[in-house]
């Protein structure tokens, strides 16, 4: 069975292209070693900066004022990308018709929350202690459980978090969405423009195709492995095999994953099967914010630099069928674009936009790496 | 039937997620309209550089002179990703044994060449006249007809063609490769590091993700459709819409696809249907050249700028069964990072990378600007 969980990174079976595989070879290739150190990046920033939107007090794009937040602050973006209200737009398919065969359309409406991940405009997630994030974790809980679905089996299971951010009214929408993408854009890099720590949550009519696709993964393969989960089958492995595990606590394990196509590609599971957040109790959820903590300061010691990144949140689905929810596996994928170092990126461009994707390290030199910056960060902690 | 060729560009069902589809509508979103005008670009690189590998008469990283080359000149990369001898690697599956289920790889060989469009180091295929592209399109054919598996159909169709590229010996390697992605990854924002005009050519072992979901669609099409081209239909299709259409010859049509991911993103597509490069003529291939270079004319006058894109051709498999060969059409990718200007760009990151794409502007308002942008260069040609 081909473990195919995002389409950017495709073929597993495809793994290191272009040299053999050399399963548990940890030899760091040679530009790795010698590669030019650059010099560490500075912090420059103010821990309050009176022209930004998101610090507590300031005033944002629509005239909206923040409150004097204290640890997260949550709010609808004010350009959101997708809308809560739209015109319905379906095409029916209809076979005598090419046009409506080949050019199908339909509308999807949905909402963009703003989540900050601490008043501290200079901080990021790599500078803050696992009991900072916690506030994170729960606010992002507390807003899947607003948008779940009441037929949910979720829906049971989740209680109010002890902590709500502090912000709007996160209550239910008018539309039952399907999906809630939690992610953060970390760094220009990654085409983020304010540096103020931040995320977003996109919920949507209708499951994205990332999510189809793992979806359909997942559910195929507890169905023919009578009940098991992929992810929790595939921890065990990576446990076992130990040479792509960066870290790992009680409920988390890190890894690089064996189809990772950004170079230091790293994904966070759950070792036994949680489907969503609301699985978790407060002490997993601090085990989650550890996860996260080791994971952004390992790569800031990397290249000794604010490193840059996508991260993002894969679990059920708000809405979908008893058996979608229960293939579903709590989960969290990091993009990292850095290959050498602060400066020296890699694009996935021409070859991996028109082919596949070609990696320039293997996952198991780039866990060993990840391995080696582990401790406090590099910089100093405000 | 869902039109999806390629992945990175997901549902076209989903088009323009967040406002709802306006077919027809050429309006101009406002920040298109009011975006600021950046300074036009300067060429300042001398047409010879003593520095440039590429350059006419100069040496390579591995010891080795480039001829005095005068129209193109190919030759094996000096760090090709994909090699032609690797140790084989390929493991069973067993059913009762998780790793192997899981953890799945093959080696892959390939070849990598690099192709120069011109001896001169400071023009791109926009200051190109078609005629001078053409060269650059019948080095293509050959090292796709040098390649080709001597079972496939189009073995008999291909001839030599009139123009060879100076260069290496391009011969069939030792092995059959399966596949042949010709690409250009242009300008420093998709990670071309030398300004010299240039291409690479990889082919390899085995079917890239893109190639075998493509090839995927197309051969369901024309099973689905009595022996009917999907692409030659799309095209019949577009040409009657006209609202997406860029610029036409008598072979070719540009298009922004229905389901174009990046904001410019083109694609030119042969209205009859062609299966690969050899099933063009002379005059065909010179109609090819001039849609690229309407294609590319339009980028840089858009913005006033040297614009950036990664592009590709996709066309029929080296090897592959009749019916895979029948069903493919030839047809080329542009995928442009730029947006609103030329230093504005679109980041497809977080919820693309998770979710799904998104996009800023429509097709039909991308290829009502592009429309208006012909005419001569807006830098002088040298
Ligand atoms: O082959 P080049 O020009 O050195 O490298 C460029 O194209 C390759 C193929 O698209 C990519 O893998 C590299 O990341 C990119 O920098
Ligand atoms: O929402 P932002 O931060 O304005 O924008 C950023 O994230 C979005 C979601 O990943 C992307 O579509 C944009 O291209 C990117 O610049």
Redesign the pocket.
Known sequence: MLLKLMSVTFDPAKKDRGTPPKMGSHEIISFLVKGQQESASKITLPGYDPACYLCPGNKRAQGDTNPKYTKTFVFV?D?S?VKEAQEEYKQEADPKDLSSLLLRAESVTGKCYVLTFSPNHNLTLADLPPSEILPVIQAWTQIYTAHLSPKSPLASVSQPTTLAPTGIDISAPNAQHTWMQI?E?KGAAM???NPHPHG?IWTTTGLPEEALEELGQLTKYRHEHSGSSLLEDYAKLEMEKEERVVFQNATFLVVCPWWATWPFEVMILSKKHKRALVDLNDTEKLDFAEAIVEVTRRYDNLFQTSFPY?SGIHQAPLEGTDEEIEASHLHMHFYPPLLRSATVRKFLVGYELMAEPQRDITPEQAAARLRDCGGTLYRKLL
Do not use: L, R, V
């Open positions: 973006n350009y990308a992610f854009n085409g983020c423009s977003q996508s």
